[in-house]
């Protein structure tokens, strides 16, 4: 929408209002809400849980837990992802550095996606898990295959 129009419509009392100039699509892949003919519940958004995550300065001593998907997410101080850490390496020295384990390629998924599109790559066979991120690479959460075999 253009700027003149975000301002008239905040004018008219509306307060959820946004100047957007990147796109639909973009829009949709930053996890913002849409109408349209797919439901909310057909979008990968809607079967994201909470990740486990841990910093790339951290230690593996600072892991706890057992985390969603068997993977703690590598985040930076803005959500950003750049990585994942398997659950197995709780095994090594308490003082090893989280920056000198972590799997910079991570398999990412976009809360626009359809459920169904999903469901077909876990039926691939090569994934577990899938992170899903908004456009600019912030966390929203993970879904494991098991979440996509449950609602599928």
């Given at each position: 929408m253009?700027?003149?129009?975000?301002?008239?419509?905040t004018q008219l009392g509306f307060t959820d209002v946004y100047d957007y100039v990147e796109g639909k699509a973009a829009w949709m892949a930053s996890g913002l809400p849409v109408v349209g003919?797919?439901?909310?519940?057909?979008?990968?958004?809607?079967?994201?849980?909470?990740?486990g995550t841990c910093t790339i300065g951290a230690t593996v001593g600072e892991l706890d837990g057992e985390p969603p998907g068997n993977v703690w997410v590598v985040v930076d101080d803005a959500g950003v992802v750049?990585?994942?850490?398997?659950?197995?390496?709780?095994?090594?020295?308490p003082t090893t550095a989280i920056a000198d384990v972590v799997q910079p390629g991570v398999v990412t998924a976009r809360p626009s996606m359809r459920v169904s599109e999903l469901a077909e790559k876990?039926?691939?066979?090569?994934?577990?898990?899938?992170?899903?991120?908004?456009?600019?690479?912030?966390?929203?959460?993970?879904?494991?295959?098991?979440?996509?075999?449950r609602r599928w």
């Open positions: 253009s700027p003149r129009a975000a301002c008239r419509l003919t797919v439901r909310d519940d057909e979008r990968v958004a809607s079967l994201a849980r909470p990740a750049h990585g994942e850490v398997r659950s197995a390496v709780a095994r090594l020295a876990f039926d691939e066979g090569f994934m577990s898990h899938v992170v899903v991120t908004r456009l600019d690479g912030t966390l929203i959460g993970i879904i494991e295959r098991e979440d996509v075999q």
